[in-house]
């Protein structure tokens, strides 16, 4: 089983910057990849983006350019700096983690989120 600390979600301006995080800890023998979902009201999760252990990233079309992910392979930690954001970024932001368990078990888990809100 694994827990996550999800931090860094609020309120900020269009233009401005917010930076995400989210460790986790629990029983996980190696991570695959870490990476950040959104949900908007009366829409669809869908991938952010998304960091795996060699460091390969994925972005979704709207942010390119605007947000980075990164991580601490030794805190089992993921960041999305959130440059320039949008009124449309709003949405509750969720942390993903797929790993492995110690019995070899590929699990895919998730964080409980955190709310963004981008409004002047």
């Known amino acids: 089983q694994v827990q996550f600390v999800e931090s860094g979600g609020g309120l900020v301006q269009p233009g401005g910057s917010l930076r995400l995080s989210c460790s986790a800890s629990?029983?996980?023998?190696?991570?695959?990849?870490m990476g950040w979902y959104r949900q908007a009201p009366e829409k669809q999760r869908e991938l952010v983006a998304a960091i795996t252990s060699n460091d390969e990233t994925n972005y979704a079309d709207s942010v390119k350019g605007r947000f980075t992910i990164s991580r601490d392979n030794a805190k089992n930690t993921v960041y999305l700096q959130m440059n320039s954001p949008k009124p449309e970024d709003t949405a509750v932001y969720y942390c993903?983690?797929?790993?492995?368990?110690?019995?070899?078990?590929?699990?895919?888990?998730w964080g409980k989120g955190t709310l963004v809100t981008v409004s002047s």
């Open positions: 629990g029983s996980i023998f190696i991570i695959y990849a």
């Open positions: 993903n983690l797929i790993y492995y368990s110690y019995s070899r078990r590929r699990i895919d888990s």
